[in-house]
């Protein structure tokens, strides 16, 4: 099970960082993501992380999120720095399988937590 925290609000430029805890010790998954989903939009993959310590970001983030893990406390973060109101969103982190640098369907998911940003 995959618990988020850490959200909330914020003015624009400012940060949050959200967690996102597995239980089940060890939890390992090959990827680790971060996504976002604005109601009645399709979800947006902001970052992943994979278990080679390759990473990949959405364009809209790029510079500004870093996603991070800490195995020993089975916990996945996303520093959020330089917010804007189109960060504005249900944040969602996620797992899956995968190997040689590549990520399967992610099937494991957590229940969100919002972050809003206002201007």
């Known amino acids: 099970q995959l618990v988020e925290s850490g959200g909330g609000s914020v003015q624009a430029g400012g940060s949050l960082r959200l967690s996102c805890t597995a239980s089940g010790f060890p939890y390992i998954r090959y990827c680790m993501g971060w996504f976002r989903q604005v109601p009645g939009k399709e979800r947006e993959v902001v970052a992943t992380?994979?278990?080679?310590?390759?990473?990949t970001y959405g364009d809209s983030v790029k510079g500004r999120f870093t996603i991070s893990q800490d195995n020993a406390k089975n916990t996945l973060y996303l520093q959020m720095n330089s917010l804007k109101p189109e960060d504005t969103a249900m944040y969602y982190c996620?797992?899956?399988?995968?190997?040689?640098?590549?990520?399967?369907?992610?099937?494991?998911w957590g229940q969100g937590t919002q972050v809003t940003v206002s201007s």
């Open positions: 996620a797992a899956a399988n995968g190997k040689g640098g590549s990520c399967y369907t992610y099937n494991d």
């Open positions: 992380a994979d278990i080679d310590d390759g990473s």
